[in-house]
C-alpha cells in the first residue's frame, strides 16, 4: 500500500530564515508524483510545488524548493526568505500516473513563521 | 467559474439527519473528486469522477455516502443518516486530465464543514 508519512506535526521558523519539511512516502510504482500542498485557515488547498518521479532534477518555484530522494522515497520542502503570509499547514501527497489520479495525503506540518 | 465552488461552507447537521453538499467544479475539468479531511488529519480519498463516470468509489466509508456526478459538471456527495464520525471537512478537487495524460493539477475548493451533532 502506498503512504506518505510526514514527521514533524509543528515547525517554526523565524521570518527571512529558511525551513525544511519533511516528508517520506512507500511505493512499489515507478512514475508517480509528488506534491507540496499549503492550507491556510481558509481551508482552500493551494499547490506549493509538484515533482515528477521519472525527472531527476529537483524542482523549484521561487522561494519554494525540493530535495527529492527517489532512492530514499524522501520530498522534503525547503523555503527560503521565509514570510509571514507562508504560515500555514502543508501537506506532501502522492499519485501514481494512471487511470485514478487520487492524491495520497500525509498528515501535515503545521508551520509558524514568527516576525 | 473562477474556481471550483462549494456549498454550503458550513453545515450542521443533527444525528440522522441525510445532508447534501454540492460542488461546481472548474468549467471543462474532466476529473472531479471527493476527499474528507477531519479534524487535524490529511484529506482521505472518497471517489473519483471522469466525466460523469465514477470511476473509484472505494474510498467512500459506507453505504451511507453517495455520491454523483449526472451531467458531467457539478456533484453532489449525500450523506445519509449521518453520524458523529461523519464530522469533517469534504473537499472537492477538479482538474483537465484526461485518463492517460500526464500532469495537470487538481484544484481545490475551500470545502465544506460538516459538523454531527
Known amino acids: 500500500a502506498q503512504t506518505v508519512t510526514q514527521s514533524q506535526p509543528e515547525m517554526s521558523v523565524q521570518e527571512a530564515e529558511t525551513v525544511t519539511l519533511s516528508c517520506t512516502y512507500d511505493t512499489s510504482e515507478s512514475d508517480y508524483y509528488l506534491f507540496w500542498y499549503k492550507q491556510p485557515p481558509s481551508r482552500q488547498m493551494i499547490l506549493v510545488i509538484r515533482?515528477?518521479?521519472?525527472k531527476q532534477q529537483n524542482a523549484t518555484e521561487n522561494r519554494f524548493s525540493v530535495n527529492f530522494q527517489k532512492a530514499a522515497k524522501s520530498f522534503s520542502l525547503k523555503i527560503s526568505d521565509s514570510q509571514l503570509g507562508d504560515a500555514a499547514m502543508y501537506f506532501c501527497a502522492y499519485r501514481i500516473n494512471g487511470n485514478n489520479r487520487k492524491l495520497i495525503w500525509g498528515l501535515g506540518t503545521s508551520l509558524a513563521v514568527n516576525p | 467559474g473562477a474556481g471550483v465552488s462549494q456549498s454550503p461552507r458550513y453545515k450542521v447537521a443533527k444525528r440522522g439527519q441525510d445532508v447534501a453538499l454540492r460542488c461546481d467544479p472548474i468549467s471543462g475539468h474532466v476529473s472531479l473528486f471527493w476527499y474528507q479531511q477531519a479534524l487535524g488529519q490529511g484529506p482521505e480519498f472518497l471517489t473519483y469522477f471522469q466525466n460523469e463516470a465514477q470511476l473509484d468509489k472505494s474510498g467512500l466509508p459506507s453505504d451511507r455516502f453517495f455520491a454523483e456526478r449526472p451531467e458531467g459538471s457539478v456533484s453532489t456527495l449525500k450523506i445519509q443518516r449521518t453520524q458523529q464520525e461523519d464530522s469533517a471537512v469534504y473537499l472537492c478537487?477538479?482538474?483537465?486530465?484526461?485518463?492517460?495524460?500526464?500532469?495537470?493539477?487538481?484544484?481545490f475548493g475551500q470545502g465544506t464543514r460538516l459538523t454531527v451533532v
Open positions: 478537487a477538479s482538474s483537465l486530465a484526461w485518463s492517460n495524460s500526464r500532469g495537470a493539477e487538481a484544484f
Open positions: 515533482q515528477e518521479a521519472y
